[in-house]
Nanobody, 119 residues
Framework: QVQLVESGGGLVQAGGSLRLSCAAS????????MSWYRQVPGKQRESVAA???????NYADSVKGRFTISRDHAKNAVHLQMTSLKPEDTGVYYC?????????????WGQGTQVTVSS
């Protein structure tokens, strides 16, 4: 079993920065992919950034150049450095671990951390 715990959310003014962290515990494989999603009320959860086991990263167009995802394999952690924050970045940010098993993918989610960007 995998447990994910996010931290680092909070209230910040537009233009500010925050660093989110996700600590993973349980059985973690180096091949697991990690990603960050965010959700606002009334909307679907959307992918913000992802990092594959080999370190390849992918970002939503809306955050490219402002957010950076990184992974610490030794500590089983993934981080999201967010800069030049905008009010539209407000939402609950979730960490996800994805594990490919044969022909299916298992997804594990954290409980989320609130990010609020004031204008």
């Amino acid at each position: 079993q995998v447990q994910l715990v996010e931290s680092g959310g909070g209230l910040v003014q537009a233009g500010g920065s925050l660093r989110l962290s996700c600590a993973a515990s349980g059985i973690i494989f180096s091949g697991d992919a990690m990603s960050w999603y965010r959700q606002v009320p009334g909307k679907q959860r959307e992918s913000v950034a992802a990092i594959a086991s080999g370190g390849i990263t992918n970002y939503a167009d809306s955050v490219k150049g402002r957010f950076t995802i990184s992974r610490d394999h030794a500590k089983n952690a993934v981080h999201l450095q967010m800069t030049s924050l905008k009010p539209e970045d407000t939402g609950v940010y979730y960490c996800k671990l994805s594990r490919v098993r044969f022909t299916s993918t298992l997804d594990y989610w954290g409980q989320g951390t609130q990010v609020t960007v004031s204008s």
